[in-house]
């Protein structure tokens, strides 16, 4: 079983930017999908941007995207989520997800959050002056 930790939220001003980091242990092999998503209150929680450990392919929603980066250093086990130019209606808890993956793409895999099977706690963004 994957166990994830994420760290690195906060309170920011809109137009600001913060870096959470997800730090993972008991990877099997390389196949796994990494994603970040986050949930608002009274909202649905949905995928913002996920990444193959193995190849190192992306997604982004629509919603981040230019604004987002998501990255992984495999030799520390880390993802990265940099959150550039934040507004908002970015504020929500964020979490980090690891799901098997051997041929489902990473859009694929981070447009449906029951194909990952492991959840860190979640770490809270708020955006607001």
């Known amino acids: 079983q994957v166990q994830l930790v994420e760290s690195g939220g906060g309170l920011v001003q809109p137009g600001g930017s913060l870096r959470l980091s997800c730090a993972a242990s008991g990877f099997t092999s390389d196949y796994y999908t990494i994603g970040w998503f986050r949930q608002a209150p009274g909202k649905e929680r949905e995928g913002v941007s996920c990444v193959s450990r193995s190849d190192g392919s992306t997604y982004y929603a629509d919603s981040v995207k230019g604004r987002f980066t998501i990255s992984r250093d495999n030799a520390k086990n880390t993802v990265y989520l940099q959150m550039n130019s934040l507004k908002p209606e970015d504020t929500a808890v964020y979490y980090c997800?690891?799901?098997?993956?051997?041929?489902?793409?990473?859009?694929?895999?981070?447009?449906?959050?029951?194909?990952?099977?492991?959840w860190g706690q979640g770490t809270q963004v708020t955006v607001s002056s």
């Open positions: 997800a690891a799901g098997r993956s051997f041929i489902t793409t990473v859009r694929a895999m981070c447009a449906q959050e029951t194909r990952f099977g492991s």
